[in-house]
């Protein structure tokens, strides 16, 4: 699969996510089993994006 990231990171910790560069994804999916870091990197993501 071409064009794809995968982060393996604390997905709410904003450095890991400017890191691979956030800004320029079309598509950010949160798929931890915490729902609240999914909805804090998911919030964090839209800002960004």
């Known amino acids: 699969m071409e064009d794809i990231t995968v982060i393996n990171g604390d997905p ?4 890991i996510l400017l890191q691979e ?5 079309d598509v950010f999916c949160a798929l931890t ?7 804090i990197s ?6 960004w994006c």
């Open 21 to 25: 560069n956030i800004e320029h994804m």
């Open 12 to 15: 709410a910790n904003e450095d």
């Open 33 to 39: 089993k915490d729902d609240e870091n999914n909805i």
């Open 42 to 47: 998911s919030i964090l993501a839209k800002a």
